[in-house]
């Protein structure tokens, strides 16, 4: 990236400096409001650093308001605090029909001629933004209402937060006071985590306590790298400005540059209201962001000043909240469980609780060191968790509900199941049981095993593999080359004609590569592309079992921990002896084909959403990851295609509005056919 000179005289660089502040506002407000940028990633960059090198070299042109700012300052002792103008009240909730038409009928005796906003109560942290001159200069948590913590320069971080207020310029007020809230997406939040696990650092445990963590930062260069959002709901002192409507406020908040939800709605009265609570709760799961609950607000603001407040809630509006998706029980025990890969999860079986019309029964305490972050024991109460379809979680323990009787928990030393010694693998937090004949692990092993990428067994799908396990009729994985034709029949579902294709694909599954078979065997970190790179480097299986794990890692693109993977995996005896059976029962390994160099789609970046057809979402990323390219789970700007299948939502959306390549499954096939040279 080639930087411009820098300017000459302080005239020349204060011109060019406002010059760039003006385009990197512009561009911020496209990328982070909008949604809709129109310069790329890379233009982007070489603007800030053109205004970076700028201000440090004239710092006397520096202003708060600089697009620079919002890369976070340097951290500060504390935070300090800062008094509201005007209180910042809380809301009085309702919980059914009647509350809100009773709201209603209050408001009414105010004034017979008015409407009311309905918007999303969101789930986040409220706060304060302070402009002067439209510039912003405080910004302020809720706090206990009276005085909040002192968060600007955290503040500033945020993308969709104007540092400077947008428009014509001429109707911004000396001072306004915005509020709003500061939220984590949904999608950003997992992303988050994802990225917190593979650092092993701990993990939020909702997007609630992600925002409010990220915002009340002391250092906000962390502030800056975390996902934040606001939304603009509201105003305190506004010198300068009437506004007669709420909806009237909130179109010129959008119009100052500031994100209104496009969820707000006007409502004539309780019944369009309550409509508006029905219709948010069923659509609740499908936003990207969490609500626990709707507002509903009066929209005539001089109708709010007759109405007044209550000692801490105005009466001029209410929360209509969503049944709880949190509850209290108490953790009855804590059991192994062992997934198809053999890691033992801990399990907790607690009280069954219903939450969201679900009866709640088991909750994965994930991992060891889970258990000992959050000091889980038997016997504790808990608070519980489900959002949504997610699987329920674990928010927190309840301490003060112990009467020490509880007991601490540790992972057993061996497999709950068939009492093989479970393994620490280096560097990861999951313990292993290795042992690939697994009863626990069999079912699973032996699905994967047919799948498409590995042994191709077409006609073995999750159904048969059940049923082949618990009929007993396969043990290990070379057990499925001596089924008989009579054991098929026998089987529920089974005719002549699909013994025979069966027993065909079966025989005709030995036929294969280095690479398939690598795969097949469901060695933890050996997908498809690390598979085909083994495979390559080694060219036959004697070599990869007898490979230590340095002598694995010398292989490029095999990090120490898949290293250690295979040469784990490849000491347990009975995999050892697994693949001797294999190879015994006439399973031959051609020559693999492709070679390391075989990358066609090297550096590019897969998003998948919707529903594919043909391919599972684990095959379509495993396909793209063999030839090189990297799956995803969020769409951003350095995506490089988006697959988007039947049902495709908010990426898809997010996909065009960036102007993404977006693919249907049947050009994704063509692309893949393509570069895979067939
Ligand atoms: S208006 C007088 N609008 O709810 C209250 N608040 O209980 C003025 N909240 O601390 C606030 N969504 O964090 C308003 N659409 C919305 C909101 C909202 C969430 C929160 C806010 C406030 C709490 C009040």
Not at 353 to 379: A, F, K, P
Not at 571 to 580: F, I, Q, R
């Amino acid at each position: 990236m080639d930087s411009p000179p820098l300017p000459t005289d302080p005239a020349a660089a204060e011109k060019r400096a406002a010059r760039l502040r003006e385009q990197l506002h512009h561009h911020n407000y496209r990328y982070y409001v909008l949604d809709d940028p129109v310069i790329s990633d890379a233009e982007y960059d070489r603007l800030m650093a053109e205004l970076q090198a700028i201000e440090q070299a004239w710092p006397e042109l520096l202003t708060p308001d600089s697009p620079t700012q919002r890369i976070g300052a340097a951290p500060r002792e504390e935070l300090g605090t800062i008094t509201h103008r005007l209180p910042m009240m809380s809301l009085l909730s309702i919980f059914d029909d009647e509350a809100a038409r009773s709201f209603e009928r209050t408001c009414r005796q105010a004034d017979e001629e008015m409407d009311f906003v309905a918007e999303p109560k969101y789930d986040g942290l409220a706060v304060e933004l302070v402009y002067e001159n439209g510039v912003l200069t405080v910004a302020s948590t809720r706090g206990d209402g009276i005085t909040g913590e002192d968060v600007t320069d955290n503040v500033r971080t945020i993308g969709s937060v104007p540092l400077r207020i947008g428009g014509s310029g001429q109707d911004i007020p000396p001072l306004l006071e915005v509020r709003g809230e500061v939220h984590m997406r949904i999608s950003e939040f997992r992303a988050l985590n994802r990225r917190r696990a593979e650092q092993d650092e701990p993990l939020f445990a909702n997007p609630r306590n992600a925002a409010a963590g990220s915002l009340r930062q002391l250092d906000s260069s962390i502030t800056a790298v975390r996902p934040l959002a606001l939304f603009a709901y509201d105003v305190g002192v506004v010198e300068g400005r009437e506004f007669d409507t709420h909806w009237q406020l909130l179109q010129t908040l959008k119009q100052w540059g500031f994100v209104v939800n496009p969820e707000v709605k006007l409502c004539a009265d309780a019944d369009e209201m309550i409509a508006y609570h029905t219709a948010m709760t069923q659509r609740r799961d499908e936003l990207d962001y969490e609500i626990d609950g709707v507002v509903f607000k009066v929209n005539q603001r001089p109708v709010r000043e007759l109405l007044g407040t209550r000692s801490r809630n105005p009466r001029w509006a209410v929360a209509y909240k969503f049944p709880s998706r949190q509850e209290t029980t108490r953790v009855a025990e804590i059991v192994a469980s062992v997934g198809r890969l053999g890691a033992l999860t801990p399990i907790a079986v607690v009280d069954p609780v219903q939450i969201g019309g679900v009866t709640v029964r088991n909750v994965s305490l994930h991992n060891q060191d889970e258990i000992d972050r959050q000091d889980v024991r038997i016997g504790d109460t808990v608070l519980i968790e489900r959002a949504g379809d997610v699987i329920p979680h674990l928010v927190k323990v309840i301490p003060e509900m112990r009467d020490g009787t509880e007991q601490p928990y540790r992972l057993p030393d061996r497999c709950p199941v068939c009492s093989t010694e479970a393994l620490h693998v280096p560097g990861q937090v999951v313990i292993r049981c290795p042992n690939m004949s697994c009863p626990a692990q069999i079912e699973g092993r032996l699905q994967h095993f047919a799948s498409r990428g590995a042994m191709d067994i077409d006609g073995l799908g999750e159904k048969l593999a059940q049923q082949l396990v618990s009929e007993g009729l396969v043990e290990r994985l070379p057990d499925l080359y001596h089924l008989t034709r009579e054991q098929l029949l026998a089987l529920d579902g089974f005719a002549d004609r699909s013994t025979d294709n069966l027993l065909a694909a079966i025989e005709a599954s030995k036929q294969t590569t280095l690479g398939r078979l690598l795969y097949a065997l469901s060695i933890p970190l050996v997908g498809q592309h690390v598979a085909e790179v083994l495979a390559s480097a080694f060219a036959s299986i004697e070599a990869i079992r007898a490979a230590s794990a340095d002598e694995l890692s010398e292989v490029d693109q095999i990090g120490p921990e898949i290293a250690q993977s295979v040469a784990t995996f490849f000491h347990e005896p009975g995999n050892s002896a697994t693949v001797d059976d294999l190879l015994g029962v006439g399973v031959t390994l051609q020559v693999p084909k492709t070679t390391t160099e075989s990358v066609p789609l090297e550096g590019l970046t897969f998003v998948f959403t919707g529903i594919l057809q043909e391919y599972t979402r684990q095959e379509a990323q495993e396909a793209v990851e063999h030839l090189g390219a990297r799956a995803t789970g969020s769409v951003s700007r350095k995506t490089s295609y988006v697959v988007a299948g039947a049902e495709a939502g908010s990426k898809l959306e997010k996909a065009r509005s960036l102007g993404l390549q977006i693919l249907t499954e049947q050009q994704f096939t063509a692309l893949l056919r393509k570069s895979s040279g067939e």
